[in-house]
């Protein structure tokens, strides 16, 4: 399970698992009261009395015993002890999360990526294990229904992630769509540095990630590879492709560069900035090496996965490995059938919204991919975006927002946008990355930038953060990837319903038919191979179902290719996303006239970041009393 996986400030630092990593995909297919101590209190001094006085004997009282905590107070110390040890990671992922770290009595803490194993995986669960017995010893009952509910998420939190302990050599980080070689690289360009302090921490990192790359994560699929759960050749061969465009870059690395402009910035001397450039270059050359030792170290490994990658091929461990993973993907405690009734029930409302289009302009269908989702830049886009959603959605305190470029040797594996997920105690601040190769050839701009900004990703981020003294701070950092690209996509919807610069029916057969081939269908089939055991065959069969015979026979061998690769990826993306679709269209169809749309946004995002399974039952209560 990623959750065992040491959270690298580089998982954490873009949107839903490196955010639009994520969104690219879907359009490759169709164009514990840690450190709380009982407080004492201390015996009165007795009053000396002179010898002459012949005081009356009295009995001096006890001591009144303090007052126990109130239960609030208990889970709102847990919830900081739990926030302040993900916080002790590293020093960028405490300045990507924090803005004023110290307001909360959190230092700065080792310039280090720790340890990857699976004996410090275990350390990590005993911990959370420590910390789910504080938890349990805090009576629910005293709390409010907002702290009953923070407290149901922490406790299924936890609960996941002692269950998934056992699990930890059938995970991966080197995923060819979201792994730590893809991102770590170009997480060092988003550490802003601000003093000397931040360059010192920057340069131990960069310095230490060799380590880690070389070291740690090849230790770990050397391990796998033992055990027979390193992954197939076909995947093996996408990872070491990025791993090598990265290792061979050599003098033409954005890491130099990217560096020298920050040390510019703050004018320090000749001297100073020379030392640290010349640091600088000594720990990228480092890492492009430990790149290479990686590549290599992986390389001969080729040959080992024990079968196709499939989990049901492990036996009931496998099927129990994809149910905890199916319930972290998909945010949710979720069944593989339900999740797959689920998915199959989402494509026909895709489908059913496709053939309403084309019954409202039966001569769109001709125009499929001809026309640019457009009005200009990216800022014009965003700008529209947002005079659009005025009226369906609350309003959002000031902030600013700035587009950045991803680097050059990146822009083959990244996305066309992804959302910088801001500071939780500070979001005016906002960045939209954009990747300029692949904004090139995206003629749906506008639904991009809806997911990564208005009223996607950063309308979300910046709502929830305004969110903190309700929902507490461990929620907010929590990685629930399933929720909130739940909201983002459902945004491209809002800009396809809505929108009066482009046909409406002609925005949603191109989003009906992207997220039924590119999203929802590779959903299913990765239930299908991981769970049912499907193989090419069935999965051909399957697709026929929906694109015919012809296609199917070209499509079933790269969603079996999408599936073996990463089992939870379109997971993770598809089935929040078809929980919140069907909460909506419950809603609207119970209420009838009398649904708002605005209203049913507020009533979501006020729920803040937890699971699905919490989050329906407020939902209904939401819907009832609307009767």
Not at 548 to 568: C, H, M, R, S, V
Not at 577 to 596: N, P
């Given at each position: 399970?990623?959750?065992?996986?040491?959270?690298?400030?580089?998982c954490?630092?873009?949107s839903?698992?490196?955010?639009?990593?994520?969104?690219?995909?879907?359009?490759?297919?169709?164009?514990?009261?840690?450190?709380?101590?009982?407080?004492?209190?201390?015996?009165?001094?007795?009053?000396?009395?002179?010898?002459?006085?012949?005081?009356?004997?009295?009995?001096?009282?006890?001591?009144?015993?303090?007052?126990?905590?109130?239960?609030?107070?208990?889970?709102?110390?847990?919830?900081?002890?739990?926030?302040?040890?993900?916080?002790?990671?590293?020093?960028?992922?405490?300045?990507?999360?924090?803005?004023?770290?110290?307001?909360?009595?959190?230092?700065?803490?080792?310039?280090?990526?720790?340890?990857?194993?699976?004996?410090?995986?275990?350390?990590?669960?005993?911990?959370?294990?420590?910390?789910?017995?504080?938890?349990?010893?805090i009576?629910?009952?005293?709390?409010?229904?907002?702290?009953?509910?923070?407290?149901?998420?922490?406790?299924?939190?936890?609960?996941?992630?002692?269950?998934?302990a056992?699990?930890?050599?059938?995970?991966?980080?080197?995923?060819?769509?979201?792994?730590?070689?893809?991102?770590?690289?170009?997480?060092?360009?988003?550490?802003?540095?601000?003093?000397?302090?931040?360059?010192?921490?920057?340069?131990?990192?960069?310095?230490?990630?060799?380590?880690?790359?070389?070291?740690?994560?090849?230790?770990?699929?050397?391990?796998?590879?033992?055990?027979?759960?390193f992954?197939n050749?076909?995947?093996?061969?996408?990872?070491?492709?990025?791993?090598?465009?990265?290792?061979?870059?050599?003098?033409?690395?954005?890491?130099?560069?990217?560096?020298?402009?920050?040390?510019?910035?703050?004018n320090l001397?000749a001297?100073?900035?020379?030392?640290?450039?010349?640091?600088?270059?000594?720990?990228?050359?480092?890492l492009?090496?430990?790149?290479?030792?990686?590549?290599?170290?992986?390389?001969?490994?080729?040959?080992?996965?024990?079968?196709?990658?499939?989990?049901?091929?492990?036996?009931?461990?496998?099927?129990?490995?994809?149910?905890?993973?199916?319930?972290?993907?998909?945010?949710?405690?979720?069944?593989?059938?339900?999740?797959?009734?689920?998915?199959?029930?989402?494509?026909?409302?895709?489908?059913?919204?496709?053939?309403?289009?084309?019954?409202?302009?039966?001569?769109?269908?001709?125009?499929?991919?001809?026309?640019?989702?457009?009005?200009?830049?990216?800022?014009?886009?965003?700008?529209?975006?947002?005079?659009?959603?005025?009226?369906?959605?609350?309003?959002?305190?000031?902030?600013?927002?700035?587009?950045?470029?991803?680097?050059?040797?990146?822009?083959?594996?990244?996305?066309?946008?992804?959302?910088?997920?801001?500071?939780?105690?500070?979001?005016?601040?906002?960045?939209?990355?954009?990747?300029?190769?692949?904004?090139?050839?995206?003629?749906?701009?506008?639904?991009?930038?809806?997911?990564?900004?208005?009223?996607?990703?950063?309308?979300?981020?910046?709502?929830?953060?305004g969110?903190?003294?309700?929902?507490?701070?461990?929620?907010?950092?929590?990685?629930?990837?399933?929720?909130?690209?739940?909201?983002?996509?459902?945004?491209?919807?809002?800009?396809?319903?809505?929108?009066?610069a482009?046909?409406?029916?002609?925005?949603?057969?191109?989003?009906?038919?992207?997220?039924?081939?590119?999203?929802?269908?590779?959903?299913?089939?990765?239930?299908?191979?991981?769970y049912?055991?499907?193989?090419?065959?069935?999965?051909?069969?399957?697709?026929?179902a929906?694109?015919?015979?012809?296609?199917?026979?070209?499509?079933?061998?790269?969603?079996?290719?999408?599936?073996?690769?990463?089992?939870?990826?379109?997971?993770?993306?598809?089935?929040?996303?078809?929980?919140?679709?069907?909460?909506?269209?419950?809603?609207?169809?119970?209420?009838?006239?009398?649904?708002?749309?605005?209203?049913f946004?507020?009533?979501?995002?006020?729920?803040?970041?937890?699971?699905?399974?919490?989050?329906?039952?407020?939902?209904?209560?939401?819907?009832?009393?609307?009767?």
């Amino acid at each position: 399970m990623k959750r065992f996986i040491r959270s690298l400030a580089f998982c954490l630092a873009l949107s839903l698992a490196f955010c639009c990593m994520g969104c690219s995909g879907l359009n490759q297919l169709s164009d514990a009261l840690r450190g709380l101590a009982a407080r004492e209190t201390p015996a009165p001094s007795a009053t000396p009395v002179p010898e002459q006085t012949a005081a009356p004997q009295q009995e001096t009282p006890a001591p009144a015993e303090p007052e126990p905590a109130a239960a609030g107070e208990l889970l709102a110390a847990l919830d900081l002890a739990l926030f302040k040890r993900d916080m002790e990671s590293d020093p960028l992922t405490l300045k990507l999360t924090l803005k004023n770290p110290d307001a909360l009595g959190i230092g700065m803490p080792e310039a280090t990526w720790g340890e990857l194993s699976y004996e410090e995986t275990m350390r990590t669960a005993a911990e959370y294990e420590a910390f789910l017995t504080q938890l349990e010893q805090i009576d629910r009952s005293a709390l409010s229904e907002d702290e009953q509910l923070t407290y149901d998420t922490i406790a299924q939190e936890l609960y996941a992630f002692l269950a998934s302990a056992e699990y930890y050599y059938y995970d991966e980080v080197l995923s060819p769509y979201n792994g730590l070689h893809t991102n770590l690289p170009f997480n060092f360009v988003l550490y802003d540095l601000d003093n000397e302090q931040d360059v010192e921490n920057y340069l131990a990192l960069l310095e230490d990630a060799a380590r880690y790359m070389a070291e740690d994560v090849l230790r770990f699929e050397q391990e796998k590879a033992e055990l027979g759960t390193f992954m197939n050749d076909v995947t093996l061969d996408k990872v070491l492709e990025h791993i090598k465009d990265f290792a061979d870059a050599g003098e033409g690395c954005f890491l130099y560069a990217t560096f020298a402009d920050s040390l510019t910035a703050l004018n320090l001397d000749a001297d100073a900035e020379a030392a640290y450039l010349a640091r600088n270059e000594a720990a990228v050359d480092g890492l492009l090496a430990a790149y290479h030792t990686l590549y290599d170290g992986l390389d001969a490994l080729r040959g080992s996965a024990s079968g196709t990658g499939a989990l049901c091929e492990y036996g009931q461990e496998g099927l129990d490995y994809f149910e905890q993973g199916l319930n972290y993907a998909a945010c949710s405690e979720i069944t593989p059938d339900e999740a797959y009734n689920l998915l199959e029930n989402e494509i026909l409302a895709e489908l059913y919204k496709y053939v309403g289009a084309l019954s409202a302009e039966p001569d769109i269908e001709a125009q499929y991919g001809t026309i640019d989702l457009s009005i200009g830049t990216s800022e014009e886009n965003l700008s529209m975006l947002e005079e659009l959603m005025a009226g369906y959605y609350p309003e959002l305190p000031a902030h600013t927002v700035r587009f950045i470029d991803v680097p050059e040797e990146l822009e083959d594996q990244f996305s066309p946008a992804a959302y910088l997920v801001p500071p939780i105690d500070d979001a005016s601040e906002n960045t939209i990355i954009i990747n300029l190769k692949t904004m090139e050839e995206d003629t749906r701009l506008l639904d991009t930038i809806a997911h990564e900004g208005y009223p996607g990703h950063m309308y979300h981020y910046i709502y929830l953060r305004g969110l903190v003294e309700k929902t507490g701070w461990y929620r907010q950092n929590m990685g629930l990837t399933g929720y909130y690209e739940s909201w983002s996509q459902s945004a491209e919807n809002f800009f396809d319903e809505y929108n009066t610069a482009f046909s409406n029916a002609y925005c949603t057969i191109m989003s009906a038919d992207n997220r039924i081939s590119g999203l929802l269908l590779p959903a299913a089939i990765s239930i299908g191979v991981h769970y049912y055991g499907w193989d090419e065959a069935k999965i051909t069969e399957y697709v026929a179902a929906y694109f015919g015979e012809e296609a199917a026979a070209e499509l079933a061998p790269l969603y079996l290719e999408i599936a073996l690769d990463d089992a939870f990826y379109y997971l993770e993306y598809a089935v929040g996303y078809s929980l919140l679709q069907q909460e909506q269209r419950d809603a609207k169809a119970e209420l009838g006239e009398a649904f708002d749309l605005r209203a049913f946004h507020e009533a979501f995002l006020s729920i803040g970041p937890t699971y699905f399974n919490l989050i329906a039952p407020r939902l209904d209560a939401w819907v009832a009393a609307q009767r």
